[in-house]
């Protein structure tokens, strides 16, 4: 996805103030519920946790896309790894997992293994640090939105399916970023 959304940019087809990169992964989130239907029944929705981890789920698209633009795929790549150490870490911490250290382990060795993947890359972007910047919240607010999903349907007394909760936020995500198309991006054509 990186490639081909930095292939986009430098094409010029991919205005930052758009977002329509991130409809395509919305709507198919959107439909996720269809791959087990009776899911829909299961549990009670909690609207307030789901629009709290939409809106992370959406602030985190905001920042990494526009890092990505920024610094460019390769750098990109690397940064945005970092999800699984944020991840590890707030697992840790707000859930009180305590991990193995063979998992730990793990997580290094995808970490430094993206890291060298990186090596003799080029600089694509044009405001690298701004953009590196950008991805490190990013991660960090994509890694919170699988922590607060895990809080939603793992902790939580009567917790609705794993794919009426992608449903949900690819629908509210979808909705947001056409608003936005609407009231924003053709207003300013």
């Known amino acids: 996805m990186p490639l081909q959304i930095e292939f986009i940019n430098l094409s010029g087809g991919c205005e930052k103030s758009t977002f329509l990169i991130t409809l395509p992964t919305s709507l198919g989130m959107s439909f996720s519920i269809i791959t087990n239907w009776p899911a829909h029944k299961i549990g009670i929705i909690r609207w307030r946790s ?35 150490v944020y991840n590890a870490i707030f697992a840790h911490i707000i859930l009180n997992k305590h991990l193995h250290i063979f998992q730990w382990c793990g997580v290094l060795i995808v970490t430094l293994g993206l890291a060298l993947t990186s090596l003799g890359t080029s600089n694509d ?26 809080i939603s349907l793992v902790r939580t007394e ?32």
């Open 158 to 189: 009567s917790p609705i399916a794993p794919q009426l909760l992608c449903t949900l936020l690819g629908s509210i995500q979808s909705i947001v970023i056409i608003c936005w198309q609407i009231y924003y991006t053709m207003i300013r054509r």
């Open 125 to 150: 972007g044009k405001d690298v640090f701004f953009g590196i910047c950008l991805i490190l919240v990013g991660s960090m607010t994509h890694s919170s939105t699988y922590i607060m999903s895990e």
């Open 50 to 84: 789901v629009f709290v981890i939409a809106f992370f789920n959406i602030l985190s698209d905001v920042l990494n896309l526009n890092g990505l633009l920024y610094a460019g795929s390769a750098i990109f790549t690397v940064i945005y790894s970092s999800v699984t």
